[in-house]
Structure formats: structure tokens, C-alpha cells
T-cell receptor, first 112, second 113 residues
Framework: GENVEQHPSTLSVQEGDSAVIKCTYS??????FPWYKQELGKGPQLIID?????GEKKDQRIAVTLNKTAKHFSLHITETQPEDSAVYFC???????????FGKGNQVVVIP | KAGVTQTPRYLIKTRGQQVTLSCSPI?????VSWYQQTPGQGLQFLFE???????NKGNFPGRFSGRQFSNSRSEMNVSTLELGDSALYLC????????????FGPGTRLTVL
């Protein structure tokens, strides 16, 4: 089955700086890559997703890039704010299959 | 529009007991997926239901089961609880397949003593 790895496990950034989280996946058949943000005591919240027919997608301060050849995708958060502090999960799966394989998560800490 | 709701939010059981968790999807969503979240294994897919039928199943033992009702609400059941079943159980709903975006509920925190 699909195996997703996330690096680094913990990321500390100064407020206003950028944060980048990288994930790799193993199954070349995966074609859907969402990113979720999870705050303490809450369920994961979708923040951005990308399908394999697109190399990059941006939504305000958040962007995701996908390299299908290398089988890795990254989350970029610019102009970080304290409210960006959370655990971020990447996932991979087959579009429409609703069966996602998740990475172990990255703790992002934005230092004011 | 109301989000995904899960009940109960917290549950404490003892080994050997069984437990039933409930999930109400977003109105209009017909697919419900269940995930187990633990510090060691992270988020792992349990199963997905659509139109009252199990569409996908993860690699969990038969003690984990689920069902979906005609109103799309779903329940999952864990029988003969083990200490290792302590986890946050998350439910996610999405529109009719094929679709992609899954919306998660707040989860049910199950503690097995």
C-alpha cells in the first residue's frame, strides 16, 4: 500500500518567515495530495490539495508543489503568523477513492 | 452548514468491552470514512461507507466494524477492546464519489483501561 513520509518532524520559524514541509510517497498510482492542519483538540482541517495533473497550487499564503517524477510534494507557508502553529499532515491517495495514507505529521511552531 | 459531528467526544472503557461510536456527516454528504489516530502510528484508514455499503477497508482486524444508515449517518464498533485500541477516532465525510475533499469531525477520544 501507499507509504507517506514527512520531514522534518518539528519546525520552528520566526513570525513572518516562511515554512516548508516536505513529503514523499511511494505509490506512483497516487494522484491526489491534500494537506491538513490539526489544532489541539480538533480534527484535521483541509487547507489545500493538489491533483497529479497540476504541478503547483496556491491559496493566499499557502502553496503546494508536486514533483511526480521524484514522488514528493511540499507545503509552503509564507508570512507565517502565530495562528499557523499546529500539526500539519500530508496525505496521498487515489482521487475519488476516499482512502488516504497520511504522513506522521509536522509540528510547526511560529515564534512571535 | 454544520460540520461533521461525532458522539461521544470522550469515552472510557475497560479491556474486553465493546464500544460504538457515531458520526453524522455534513448535510448532503453521502460518503463517510473512519480513521484511527495514535501518537505512534499516526492517522490510519479504517473503512469507508457509501450508500450503506462498505466501499474501502483498511488493514485492521475484524474486531473493527462499521455501518451506514440510509440518512448517511455512520457508526463504528470495536469489540473485545484491547489497550492498544486507545486512540482518537476520526470520521470524515465527503460528497458522492468520485470526489476528493474529505471533511473531518472533532473525533472521539477512546481510552481503554
Amino acid at each position: 500500500g501507499e507509504n507517506v513520509e514527512q520531514h522534518p518532524s518539528t519546525l520552528s520559524v520566526q513570525e513572518g518567515d516562511s515554512a516548508v514541509i516536505k513529503c514523499t510517497y511511494s505509490d506512483s498510482a497516487s494522484n491526489y495530495f491534500p494537506w491538513y492542519k490539526q489544532e489541539l483538540g480538533k480534527g484535521p482541517q483541509l487547507i489545500i490539495d493538489i491533483r497529479s495533473n497540476v504541478g503547483e497550487k496556491k491559496d493566499q499564503r499557502i502553496a503546494v508543489t508536486l514533483n511526480k517524477t521524484a514522488k514528493h510534494f511540499s507545503l509552503h507557508i509564507t508570512e507565517t503568523q502565530p495562528e499557523d502553529s499546529a500539526v500539519y499532515f500530508c496525505a496521498a491517495g487515489d482521487y475519488g477513492n476516499n482512502r488516504l495514507a497520511f504522513g506522521k505529521g509536522n509540528q510547526v511552531v511560529v515564534i512571535p | 452548514k454544520a460540520g461533521v459531528t461525532q458522539t461521544p467526544r470522550y469515552l472510557i472503557k475497560t479491556r474486553g468491552q465493546q464500544v460504538t461510536l457515531s458520526c453524522s456527516p455534513i448535510s448532503g454528504h453521502r460518503s463517510v470514512s473512519w480513521y484511527q489516530q495514535t501518537p505512534g502510528q499516526g492517522l490510519q484508514f479504517l473503512f469507508e461507507y457509501f450508500s450503506e455499503t462498505q466501499r474501502n477497508k483498511g488493514n485492521f482486524p475484524g474486531r473493527f466494524s462499521g455501518r451506514q444508515f440510509s440518512n448517511s449517518r455512520s457508526e463504528m464498533n470495536v469489540s473485545t477492546l484491547e489497550l492498544g485500541d486507545s486512540a482518537l477516532y476520526l470520521c470524515a465525510s465527503s460528497l458522492e464519489p468520485p470526489t476528493d475533499t474529505q471533511y473531518f469531525g472533532p473525533g472521539t477520544r477512546l481510552t481503554v483501561l
